[in-house]
């Protein structure tokens, strides 16, 4: 099994966020198992054509949500992935939190915004 991932220059998106995406995409969709090795920094990154501090900074911000774990030398692996959708989603309420709190956003105010962005999500 090879991780496929597509870089697209166009994209608003930076390289490294959508390599963040797509392998968290593919571990929560089961794409990529629960303990499947994933390349090396370097390697991925000669894969893609992009420095290597672009993909490692992809892997730090998925280690971070849980999505990955590092295992020192014996390299990076796909986490458990229903742990992984939890703490992507707790990072991102968080995020959202302090965001809202910041512009003074009401509590109500706030969580009337979150249910219409899950209305329109999932219609």
Do not use: C, W
Request: net charge neutral; hydrophobic share 50%.
């Amino acid at each position: 099994m090879t991780v496929k991932i597509d870089i697209h220059i166009d994209d608003s998106a930076a390289p490294y966020e959508q390599v963040r995406a797509q392998i968290a995409a593919m571990a929560r969709s089961g794409a990529l198992p629960v303990g499947y090795k994933l390349p090396t920094v370097r390697g991925l990154a000669e894969d893609l054509g992009l420095a290597a501090n672009t993909v490692a900074k992809a892997y730090k911000a998925l280690e971070a949500d849980g999505v990955i774990e590092t295992r020192g030398r014996n390299g990076t692996f796909v986490a458990a992935a229903v742990e992984a959708g939890a703490q992507e989603a707790a990072n991102a309420a968080q995020a959202y939190a302090v965001r809202v709190h910041r512009i003074g956003l009401s509590e109500d105010a706030a969580l009337a915004a979150v249910r219409d962005a899950l209305r329109a999500a999932y219609a």
